[in-house]
């Protein structure tokens, strides 16, 4: 059962600094909204990719795509100023692109947030594993058929 535990820093970037929308006209006239990722999210993205794809190398550790992956965050925080789940997807995109696993596979993900005043930088601390079953078997397990 492949399993990482590492340290990395925590976005400075909330999740409406991380998407920025623009308004694009269509052939028709009509706006259509496009969605892209921020500078400062991508740089985020790269390097905690990076870290996580060196900590993986360093522990020995081998994730498998499409297979089912549960990770857990915990924020360390000096306060109370930054909401919980506004880091999630940014964080979870750069954990998969480290790991080389698609973000559709993460099945389930815990997140805690810990206020420790005094605290200079937040931090996280993540949790990724990986059990030795198929999507298929999971679903067996998990899913319910709707009739």
Do not use: W
Not at 59 to 70: A, M, N, R, S
Request: hydrophobic share 35%.
């Amino acid at each position: 059962m492949p399993k990482l535990t590492l340290t990395i820093p925590a976005p400075q970037v909330g999740i409406n600094q991380t998407y920025k929308a623009t308004a694009v006209y269509g052939p028709n006239g009509k706006p259509k909204g496009r969605l892209y990722t921020a500078t400062e999210a991508k740089q985020y993205k790269e390097s905690i990719g990076y870290y996580v794809n060196n900590a993986v190398a360093l522990q020995g550790v081998e994730f498998v795509d499409k297979t089912p992956t549960h990770i857990t965050m915990t924020l360390y925080y000096p306060n109370l100023r930054r909401d919980l789940d506004s880091f999630a997807k940014l964080v979870t995109d750069s954990i998969c692109a480290g790991i080389g696993v698609n973000d559709r596979y993460v099945f389930s993900l815990s997140m805690m947030k810990m206020i420790v005043r005094g605290l200079s930088e937040a931090y996280l601390e993540i949790e990724i594993i990986q059990r030795e079953e198929t999507v298929n078997d999971y679903e067996k397990r998990h899913c319910e058929t709707v009739r």
